[in-house]
Structures are given as structure tokens and as C-alpha cells.
């Protein structure tokens, strides 16, 4: 699929392409005469902007006279904290990490396409099928760390062991699906949301499009949010000893 180079993959293409093909040296790829993707540079760009944020953030921590943005991540840190207590229990803080900071990281990858001149990078394969691949690691070793290798492996042949032989290729293709499943529903919609977005702000005017940048946020919330639960689904499921 062809995508249009961005002003700033073009900065980043035009003075920095030594910089891409080392690292393309690095992932044993080919250079490229411009190596610098668009959905490349706007999770560089996200990466930044998170770590000034919250450089920018904890020195003005308070607890007696907290400002908007930090009301604004208590919210989030709130929110966070209590879908993971439902989902996996009194052990979910553990994981609150992780979950908060692919919580956050999709959000504003999702939320960073409505400023005009950048593009969503999760309306990319590649990028989705990348975080899913790293709740499929992180689910996957929580599950070993909790309950050691032998059983965490027992689990996939079921509670019956002459069913071991039926349940487990079935276990395998679930957990197998996972990634692509996370990935393709992460995609799909910020791709659908994106293009549906550009084409009303291109056919009206006069606040029409701000209806439809509307709609992009609550989806963007809605898919960070769906994402990071199954998260936890799958966590949950991995480190349950009653599972």
C-alpha cells in the first residue's frame, strides 16, 4: 500500500537518512535511498512527546494543589487501575505498568492524526501487529513467572488429560490468533476512522468536519481502550492458578 510522504518524514529523509539505514543495517534489511517512514517517524514523535510530557509533569506533582494535567493521568491512572482489579484481581497493580503505558502510547498515537499535517500511526499493519506482538510476549511471560514453565505449559492441554490431545491444538490456534486479532482490530478501525475523517473535512465546511474529529477522538479512545482490556483478559487468564 502506497502512503504519502509527511513534511516530517520528509525532514527526516532529506537530512537524516544515514541515521534509517544504519538501523536498517542493524535489523539485517536493506538501505533505502529514503529509509524514513511516515509511521516510523510519528511514533518517534510520539515517544517524545510522552517523555517531555511527563519530564515536564513529575517535578509539579502535588498532592495538595494538583493541576489539570495531573488531575487529567490521575483520571487516567484511575481508570487503568480499576479495569486491571476487575480483570485480574488484587494482583492486577502489578502489571499496571505495562498496561498503563500501552494504554497511553496507542492513545495518542490514535489521537495524534487529527493534527493537520501528521497521520495516525496505528492506521499502519506494522504498527499494530507490533504492539500486539508485545502483549503476546508480555501476557506469555507473566503467565511463566507466575506459575512456573511446567504448569503455565499444562494449562494449553486442559483440565482433563485424555482431552489433552483434542484441546490442545485448539489452545495453540487461539493464542496463535491473538496477535492478529488485536492487530487487524486496531488497524482496521483507525484506518476506516481516518479515511472517513479526510474525506468529509475535504467534501464540507462550516463545522461539519469538527463533528466527524469528534467521532475520530471517541474512536480513538474506544480502540485504546478495547486493546489494552483484552490485555488484560489475556493476562488475567495467564496468571490465574485456578485457570
Given amino acids: 500500500m502506497h502512503h504519502r510522504e509527511i513534511w516530517l518524514a520528509k525532514l527526516f529523509n532529506d537530512y537524516l537518512p544515514g541515521v534509517g539505514n544504519f538501523f536498517l543495517k542493524l535489523a539485517g534489511m536493506h538501505t533505502e535511498p529514503r529509509p524514513w517512514a511516515g509511521f516510523i517517524v510519528m511514533q518517534l514523535l510520539v515517544a517524545l512527546i510522552l517523555i517531555l510530557l511527563f519530564a515536564f509533569l513529575r517535578p509539579r506533582l502535588s498532592m495538595d494543589r494538583p493541576g489539570k494535567l495531573q488531575h487529567i493521568f490521575e483520571i487516567i491512572y484511575d481508570f487503568v487501575r480499576g479495569q486491571a482489579d476487575d480483570a485480574i484481581g488484587h494482583d492486577g497493580a502489578q502489571y499496571l505498568p505495562y498496561f498503563g503505558t500501552l494504554f497511553i502510547f496507542i492513545l495518542f498515537c490514535n489521537l495524534i492524526g ?87 473535512i475535504t467534501l464540507t465546511y462550516f463545522g461539519v468536519p469538527a463533528l466527524f474529529m469528534g467521532l475520530h477522538v471517541f474512536v480513538s479512545l474506544l480502540q485504546a481502550y478495547i486493546f489494552v482490556l483484552l490485555t488484560m483478559m489475556y493476562v488475567s487468564g495467564a496468571v490465574s492458578h485456578e485457570h
Avoid at 483440565?159 to 491473538?178: G, K, N, Q, T
Fill in 114 to 200: 487529527i493534527i493537520p499535517g501528521f497521520e495516525s500511526p496505528t492506521m499502519i499493519p506494522s504498527v499494530t501487529a507490533g504492539c500486539a506482538l508485545a502483549t503476546f510476549c508480555y501476557y506469555n511471560i507473566a503467565g511463566v513467572k507466575a506459575q512456573g514453565i511446567l504448569k503455565y505449559l499444562a494449562h494449553f492441554a486442559g483440565p482433563v488429560w485424555w482431552l489433552a490431545w483434542l484441546l490442545l491444538p485448539i489452545e495453540l490456534v487461539s493464542h496463535m490468533a491473538r496477535p492478529l486479532s488485536l492487530s487487524v482490530r486496531l488497524y482496521a478501525n483507525m484506518y476506516a476512522g481516518e479515511q472517513v475523517t479526510l474525506v468529509f
